[in-house]
């Protein structure tokens, strides 16, 4: 069983930075793609960002393009989210996810939440104006 654990959210003034980080126990964290998802309060959990089990692709929703990046040290069992000029739209609990299918595909954002198999239990990022 795999178990994720997320950390680095806060609260942070709009133009700042955060660092998220989410570290991966029990299973091989090299062989799966990891993806990072958001929820805000009222809304449903949606995709940020994912990576391919060796670092080198990534994607991104639109929203975060150019703000936010995604990249894992397969050494660490850990996968990062360095957030830069967040606006109060970023307010959401951040999580982690990992997919563990036979099935792969570089070309494949794997932005759905059912395309995931294990899940971290979020961090907290608030962004004031």
């Known amino acids: 069983q795999v178990q994720l654990v997320e950390s680095g959210g806060g609260l942070v003034q709009a133009g700042g930075s955060l660092r998220l980080s989410c570290a991966a126990s029990?299973?091989?964290?090299?062989?799966?793609?990891m993806g990072w998802f958001r929820q805000a309060p009222g809304k449903e959990r949606e995709y940020v960002a994912r990576?391919?089990?060796?670092?080198?692709?990534?994607y991104y929703t639109d929203s975060v393009k150019g703000r936010f990046t995604i990249s894992r040290d397969n050494a660490k069992n850990t996968v990062y989210l360095q957030m830069n000029s967040l606006n109060p739209e970023d307010t959401a609990i951040y999580y982690c996810?990992?997919?563990?299918?036979?099935?792969?595909?570089?070309?494949?954002?794997?932005?759905?939440?059912?395309?995931?198999?294990?899940w971290g239990q979020g961090t907290q990022v608030t962004v004031s104006s």
């Open positions: 996810a990992a997919r563990n299918r036979p099935n792969y595909s570089e070309r494949s954002t794997y932005a759905r939440t059912y395309e995931y198999d294990y």
């Open positions: 029990g299973g091989t964290f090299s062989s799966y793609p």
């Open positions: 990576i391919s089990r060796s670092g080198g692709i990534a």
